[in-house]
T-cell receptor, first 110, second 112 residues
């Protein structure tokens, strides 16, 4: 049982490059989330989705886009990466209550 | 908006009790959670308490909730080196999208 799987786990980008992080869950969860984790700041919500085909902004959405074309997948895109987007990104999903997290994707923007 | 605060660091000796504190602002929270994050890993649910409870005990873990002061604590009895991790408290507002607000996390260091 895989749970929540994130790819890639590590990536180094140059300023201005684009990339997509993929999150896949096999628990048939309705709700999916993308967070970023920075030292001393906890987890901050970037975007979330309450179901297939729907997405919404969280507290720090600028510079990111998301899509949820299939219920099991939630993609996070960076169109033009900036050094301020250097962070660890976590995807999570839930049906109701407990969040299940992926192992994280460490992104460095030079 | 909602705000959840924790101290950033706690150091205890192996065998002692650890108490990690959290304050929150949203009085409409339905659940309050404690998550544990080990190095290089995602967060895992450790325990939770419903907002209509004062205390919950689960083996070495005791969660205390003071709704009047909006204060939540996690006590770990007989702390072991394997308890070294970052602990996050989180509140859930079971509104339209299961909104979860996390604290900044408390890094627990257990000294052998």
């Amino acid at each position: 049982n895989a749970g929540v799987t994130q790819t890639p786990k590590f990536r180094v980008l140059k300023t201005g490059q684009s990339m997509t992080l993929l999150c896949a869950q096999d628990m048939n969860h309705e709700y999916m989330y993308w967070y970023r984790q920075d030292p001393g700041m906890g987890l901050r919500l970037i975007h979330y989705s309450v179901g297939e085909g729907t997405t919404a902004k969280g507290e720090v959405p600028d510079g990111y886009n998301v899509s949820r074309l299939k219920k099991q997948n939630f993609l996070l895109g960076l169109e033009s990466a900036a050094p301020s987007q250097t962070s660890v990104y976590f995807c999570a999903s839930t049906r109701t209550g407990e969040l299940f997290f992926g192992e994280g994707s460490r992104l460095t923007v030079l | 908006g909602e705000d959840v605060e924790q101290s950033l660091f706690l150091s205890v000796r192996e065998g002692d009790s650890s108490v990690i504190n959290c304050t929150y602002t949203d009085s409409s929270s339905t659940y309050l959670y404690w998550y544990k994050q080990e190095p290089g890993a995602g967060l895992q649910l450790l325990t939770y308490i419903f907002s209509n409870m004062d205390m919950k005990q689960d083996q070495r873990l005791t969660v205390l909730l003071n709704k009047k002061d909006k204060h939540l604590s996690l006590r770990i009895a007989d702390t072991q080196t394997g308890d070294s991790a970052i602990y996050f408290c989180a509140e859930v507002d079971a509104g339209g999208y299961q909104k979860v607000t996390f604290g900044t996390g408390t890094k627990l260091q257990v000294i052998p």
